[in-house]
């Protein structure tokens, strides 16, 4: 069964070229790997010109964001399954053929898979096996911190992270919106663990691989970009997300949380961030309705489930 990969690179060359090194080396026969390059002015689409010529590149002109460069891997790719792989993660030679194992054992209501991912830097610590919804709408790495013994098991998740992760294509197409398989508008954060929640409420699983292993440098491109930009996009994307897919309840009980935040976005981007934020919003809510169409789960239902009280 093939696998296609779709790698995410902005100006991190040597990452990237580290990263596809390890998808060539791969004991999975069947594997497109597919490299989205988002603008990038340190040679790295050469470099994959000159030193992987078998991997498709989407050489784009400008830096669409993790989310969008996502969805033009995705219409590249050809396999029943799509991988998103972190371009500054490299993967263990049986990772792409734990996951297909677990592909064709996995029943038709499962459309995710993640990844054990272990810090590059800290090879026996867990990244994260997934995320998690807390009770704030906030994700966190589950297991984050942890030592690699704690995920020796297979087990449901809520949903995955989008660093190494594959989905099922059905899955997938029967979640999208207006605005891609992954919501262009986030750009960078957030993105899956909506594209995640969208997916369970839809009638959808997740389930982590643990002898699918990767080694993440984290961050290694987030942090190019600044705190405070980063504080911006990532609590604009935590309520965006809240607004499409949470409970009222939810939405509610949050409420604190969600002031906070718009807080946040106006002390560290001023006035020209909320105006942004407002927009942001009003879109979100037009996207929930689109989420209405598709839900065949209730939100409390999901929320009862799978909500954690605090991180693990």
Not at 22 to 35: C, G, P
Not at 275 to 300: C, I, P, T, Y
Request: charged share 30%; net charge positive.
């Amino acid at each position: 069964m093939r696998l296609s990969v779709v790698v995410v690179n902005w100006n991190s060359r040597e990452d990237l070229a580290a990263c596809l090194e390890s998808l060539q080396a791969q004991t999975h026969d069947d594997l497109e790997t597919i490299v989205v390059d988002n603008g990038s002015t340190d040679g790295s689409a050469q470099m994959v010109r000159d030193r992987f010529p078998r991997c498709k590149l989407l050489a784009e002109t400008e830096n669409l964001g993790f989310a969008e460069a996502c969805n033009r891997g995705i219409v590249a790719s050809t396999g029943p399954w799509v991988a998103m792989l972190n371009n500054d993660a490299v993967a263990e030679p049986d990772w792409a053929e734990a996951l297909m194992k677990a592909a064709a054992e996995a029943p038709d209501n499962c459309g995710m898979l993640q990844s054990l991912m272990l810090f590059m830097q800290r090879r026996d610590t867990i990244n994260s096996i997934g995320i998690d919804l807390l009770r704030t709408g906030r994700g966190h790495d589950r297991y984050e911190g942890l030592r690699r013994e704690a995920a020796r098991k297979a087990e449901e998740i809520f949903c995955p992270t989008a660093g190494a992760a594959a989905y099922r294509r059905a899955m997938l197409d029967s979640i999208k919106l207006q605005t891609g398989w992954f919501d262009r508008t986030h750009f960078m954060y957030y993105e899956d663990l909506d594209l995640g929640w969208r997916a369970r409420l839809n009638g959808w699983t997740a389930k982590f691989v643990p002898e699918s292993v990767v080694f993440h440098r984290y961050h290694g491109s987030s942090d190019r970009h600044g705190r405070p930009w980063m504080l911006v996009i990532s609590r604009t994307n935590r309520l965006r997300t809240m607004v499409k897919n949470a409970s009222l309840r939810m939405l509610a009980r949050s409420a604190h949380h969600s002031l906070y935040d718009v807080a946040v976005v106006l002390w560290n981007g001023g006035l020209k961030s909320g105006v942004k934020l407002a927009e942001a919003l009003q879109v979100s809510v037009r996207e929930r309705r689109e989420v209405n169409a598709m839900v065949k789960e209730r939100r409390r239902g999901v929320e009862r489930r799978w909500v954690k009280r605090k991180r693990v």
